[in-house]
């Protein structure tokens, strides 16, 4: 038994379709001193997607984490961040460098703590399929790799240390079937443009789309979309005028190829689970996102906003996805099966034939009644013909019954035979 258990489950590993695997993030150590926010350590968390396409731009992100402000920062004040300078093995720039830029929402008090907002940078990626893009911090402790500048003041930041020491992100193509995922990064914000502490927010999604298998031109085709919040300290909260009734996710993908319209986006919706206000908002666990082509060809996809609320038009959160470095999904359209876009049209030929005269005919025709009468057997029921359709039903019992009988004769008689040998 223990032998089929141990065989059954390495059939069932072995058998389990591959999943990529994550990247871990890279977290450089810095120290940062002068301006608003000065501090002996800070640790920064450098993001980078699951896998990145040959040829294509890839997002990676700079998170921080609290600071404590050295003193006081008004409300509305300015931020900007840059630096946290990357050395690229199989991609350029190098080193890559990120930047991020927002206000402070409301003012800190000295000794508060402050979060100042996350970088992106873009890398182009010239690494081969089977490859690897590899990232690692400059470590030259005595140059200035990263700066916060908050209300014109900048605080300077020098390396320090970093775990691991750099990260490696496989290469390879995307689309093709789906099944792939793509870390987005989505800038959410109230459709009010402001007033909510929790906006305008960063949010990373980890977006899976699923081509359809086949496809035909002039049919609608469905692609299901689905999105997991990728970090646990993120999260996506409902503002204060959020509707609690009946609220919906909207997403939209982009798609070309195959006689798309270049506009509107395609654009799927799910309803949300109960919301409350101030709490996080749990996505739906897919959304289906119907095209129809128009002709033979490949069609390509990538992701698109999102928005939440009642209407897509008149959201009360819009995220807006990046415009470089998605990942594609493509799949193929046949030729058409349905009905054409336009009905073939047919000219007749013998317009000016003349009608034929018609031919009636008179026949007369004689029936004789058959002369055939039914007969009811006696004793039996009013059956018409029924009476010689076949033999008397007794006949089959009594024959039944000699037979029975004769096989409890034969049994005695082989018995009593015994009996007497014995």
Known sequence: MSTLVLFVGSVLALSSPAQAAAVDPLKVTYKC????LAAESVQVTVTAPTSVEPSKAASIKWTFPAITATKAIAAQASVTTSGG????TGGTPTPLKGSGSGTVATAVTTGQTYTPPEMTGSVNVTATTGGNLVLAPVTTASTTVLTITVASEA???????????SIS????????????????EYDCDVASGGGDADYPADVDIKVTMTPPTSAAANADASITWTGVIQSTGQSLKAPTGFPTTSPKMFVTIKATGAGLPSSPNPIGEAALGTVTIGQNITLPTSVTIKVKPTTTGTVTLTAGDLAFGTSASSPAIKCLAPTTGLKT?????????????????STPTNTTSSPKP??????TVTVTPSTKKSKTPKAG?????????GPDGRMFILTG???????????LVMRRRNATRG
Do not use: M
């Open 358 to 363: 018609t031919k009636t005919s008179t026949a």
């Open 329 to 345: 999904y493509t799949f193929q359209v046949g030729s058409s099966t349905g009905t054409p876009t336009t009905s073939p049209t």
């Open 401 to 411: 019954t000699a037979l029975v009988g004769a096989a409890a004769v034969g049994g």
């Open 85 to 88: 300078d990357l050395t690229v």
């Open 381 to 389: 029921a009013d059956t018409g013909g029924g009476g010689e359709a």
């Open 155 to 165: 605080t300077t930041c020098t390396y320090v240390s970093a775990t691991p020491t």
């Open 33 to 36: 001193t002068g301006g608003y």
């Open 169 to 184: 992100v496989p290469v390879q193509t995307g689309g093709g079937g789906g099944g792939t995922d793509d870390v987005v």
